[in-house]
Each structure stands twice: as structure tokens, then as C-alpha cells.
């Protein structure tokens, strides 16, 4: 069976930090995560490739670092310096290399406030 398996998330003051990580239960093509807040679109953040290559958006560039480590099928998020704005529910997401089928981790709640 496919899976993934998020840990980590919580609530912090704003300039806190947290760190996720997801639980595959095997090499994906690529890792990403997602992140839904109340009332919008479930919106890409990062993602890294099995070979290391990173993307971030704008809004998290500098302050959340994604890496992995494939001997143990596991993908990491740091998030530093967290906002208000960077409240909502965290996916983990991923895909295999040639098919387009999405696998979701169950979603995290992350709540930053004062």
C-alpha cells in the first residue's frame, strides 16, 4: 500500500518555529507540501525531486527549508519565522515519476498567533 503520514505542525507565537516531517511508504518521484487556509484554495508551497531539487514560492522563500532523506523514505519541512498568514492545514503530497496520481498525507494543523 501507497501512503503517507504527516507528524509534526502545532501552535506557536508569530517569529516561531516549527518542523514536520511526512512518512512515505516508499521512493516518490517527487514530495511536495500544500497548505489550505480557512476559506481558500488548498495552495503549493515546496517541493523536492528524489535527486534533491527544490522549489519554494515567493511567500515561504528564506524562511521554510525542504529536504529529504530517501534511505529512510521520509520528507522534512523547517519552517522558521513563522506568520499569521502562514495558518492553515498542512498536506503533505506526492507523486510517482510517470503517472499523475495524488497521494495526500491526512493534513496537519499549524496556528500562528500572539
Known amino acids: 500500500q501507497e501512503y503517507l503520514v504527516e507528524s509534526g505542525g502545532g501552535s506557536v507565537h508569530p517569529g516561531g518555529s516549527l518542523r514536520f516531517s511526512c512518512a512515505a511508504s516508499k521512493k516518490f518521484y517527487v514530495m511536495n507540501w500544500y497548505r489550505q487556509a480557512p476559506g481558500k484554495d488548498r495552495e503549493f508551497f515546496t517541493s523536492i525531486t528524489s535527486d534533491g531539487i527544490t522549489h519554494y514560492a515567493d511567500d515561504v522563500k528564506g524562511r521554510f527549508t525542504i529536504s529529504r532523506d530517501n534511505a529512510k523514505n521520509t520528507m522534512y519541512l523547517q519552517m522558521n519565522s513563522l506568520k499569521p498568514e502562514d495558518t492553515a492545514v498542512y498536506f503533505c503530497?506526492?507523486?510517482?515519476?510517470?503517472?499523475?496520481?495524488?497521494?495526500w498525507g491526512q493534513g496537519i494543523q499549524v496556528t500562528v498567533s500572539s
Open positions: 503530497h506526492a507523486r510517482n515519476k510517470y503517472e499523475l496520481r495524488d497521494f
